[in-house]
């Protein structure tokens, strides 16, 4: 299993149950993460026998762009979104959107949901363990 990602893309947006927020839009910021394989592009190192993270972005970016009232309909809607335009290759999806200065009544930096759908793994610990290792080993940490 593979997963494919796009982190920290950036929208703004009119979604938020207050009339302000509609007129005035707010900032959002959404981490995607599919899972799939992707053995049949590597054998001919063809993007078209893959999940294409353009096509990916520009999902995310038509549904980003219809306004909403709650962030749960957004994040949902995306899922969905995704869900349909590949439906034979997605085993899995992961999603978090995050709202910046949410208007509340405080300082609070974001409010988020977190979506996950399928059969999605994150890496183990024993991969993280070795990737940090590299890492470290190879002066990037520093």
């Given at each position: 299993?593979?997963?494919?990602?796009?982190e920290g893309m950036r929208f703004l947006g009119a979604h938020?149950?207050?009339?302000?927020?509609?007129?005035?839009?707010?900032e959002f910021y959404l981490d995607i993460a599919v899972a799939?394989?992707?053995?049949?592009?590597?054998?001919?190192?063809?993007?078209?026998?893959?999940?294409?993270?353009?096509?990916?972005?520009?999902?995310?970016?038509?549904?980003?762009?219809?306004?909403?009232?709650?962030?749960?309909?957004?994040?949902?809607?995306?899922v969905a979104r995704i869900e349909k335009q590949f439906e034979?290759?997605?085993?899995?999806?992961?999603?978090?959107?995050?709202?910046?200065?949410?208007?509340?009544?405080?300082?609070?930096?974001?409010?988020?949901?977190?979506?996950?759908?399928?059969?999605?793994?994150?890496?183990?610990?024993?991969?993280?363990?070795?990737?940090?290792?590299?890492?470290?080993?190879?002066?990037?940490?520093?």
């Amino acid at each position: 299993m593979d997963i494919i990602s796009l982190e920290g893309m950036r929208f703004l947006g009119a979604h938020g149950f207050y009339e302000e927020e509609a007129i005035l839009g707010g900032e959002f910021y959404l981490d995607i993460a599919v899972a799939v394989d992707v053995t049949p592009a590597l054998e001919e190192d063809d993007l078209f026998k893959t999940l294409n993270y353009e096509t990916l972005f520009y999902l995310c970016k038509q549904e980003m762009e219809t306004p909403s009232k709650l962030l749960e309909t957004v994040a949902h809607r995306i899922v969905a979104r995704i869900e349909k335009q590949f439906e034979d290759e997605v085993k899995g999806i992961r999603l978090k959107l995050k709202k910046i200065n949410p208007p509340l009544d405080g300082q609070v930096e974001a409010a988020c949901i977190e979506v996950q759908k399928g059969h999605y793994e994150p890496p183990s610990k024993k991969i993280l363990k070795k990737m940090a290792a590299f890492l470290k080993d190879a002066d990037y940490c520093s």
